[in-house]
């Protein structure tokens, strides 16, 4: 488990990340933090289209940044949507997480003023993953 200060931390970047969202369409804006094994942060946001499909999640954006730097292990993502909801992540960035992210992988959702803050496992958002290991 990550400190309370870290994942104060991962908040506060990913509500700084979610001010970069590129939502004309949806109105819904959302912001997120990765935090790397060794410490290291990417921030994401979401990024819409006026042809919908290449939309692609504030989740994503973090973790393909850091995939292109040459991160692998990742210990959480803090997750922060502008809705009176916690944004919980969409199916296809919890399977983007299966290929990258054991277990113990923290996600860390909240509304939009952070009234609400809920912590999930991966494993408790995406049981019986397909993932690499089916692939050996
Ligand atoms: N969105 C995210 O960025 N993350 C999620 O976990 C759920 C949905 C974005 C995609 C789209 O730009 C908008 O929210 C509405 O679906």
Request: hydrophobic residues 35%; glycine residues 6%; proline residues 4%.
């Amino acid at each position: 488990m990550i400190d309370s200060q870290t994942r104060n931390e991962l908040l506060r970047l990913a509500a700084q990340a979610r001010e970069r969202s590129y939502s004309p369409y949806s109105h819904y804006s959302v912001g997120a933090a990765l935090l790397t094994k060794d410490g290291k942060i990417y921030q994401g946001c979401n990024i819409e289209n006026a042809s919908f499909t290449p939309t692609i999640c504030a989740e994503r954006t973090a973790f393909f940044k850091a995939i292109y730097d040459g991160e692998r292990d990742f210990s959480a993502i803090a997750v922060i949507g502008s809705g009176d909801s916690p944004a919980y992540p969409c199916g296809v960035c919890r399977q983007v997480m299966a290929e990258f992210c054991n277990s113990d992988f923290e996600i860390i959702t909240s509304n939009r003023d952070g009234s609400e803050v809920v912590t999930e496992t991966l494993d408790s958002m995406l049981l019986h993953r397909f993932g690499p290991k089916d692939l050996q």
